[in-house]
């Protein structure tokens, strides 16, 4: 249980300092609500929920790794700069995987619907 305790700690954490998160939070549940309006096969399906979960994933490492980085050094320092400009690149990659895989997805049901 103790490990749960710690999860749950680590999202309040996540949500103080990163406001970003709450953003991919709604926008996951926007995609899987269209998800579940266009009847998603197991696959597609698949592919979102991973691309999902990415970027959730990435969202919480690169907060980690934010937090780290303040708590060697409130200075500036070149590397800091760099250990967290690297991994907000990882988020925007993880993202851009998500939007890609979204147009996939989504991009001929939405042709097919209106047209």
Known sequence: MKRFKYAFAGIKALFEKD???????????????????F????????????AIFIVLITEIINTSLEY?????????????KYAKDTSALAVLLAASYAVIT??????????????
């Open 19 to 37: 406001f970003h998160f709450a953003g991919h939070l709604m926008i996951a549940l926007a995609v899987t609500v269209m998800g579940f309006l």
């Open 39 to 50: 009847s998603l096969n197991a696959v597609e399906w698949l592919f979102i929920i991973s």
């Open 102 to 115: 979204g147009l996939i997805v989504f991009l001929p049901k939405l042709i097919e619907l209106f047209t």
């Open 68 to 80: 780290t980085v303040d708590l060697v050094t409130a200075d500036y320092h070149e590397l800091a």
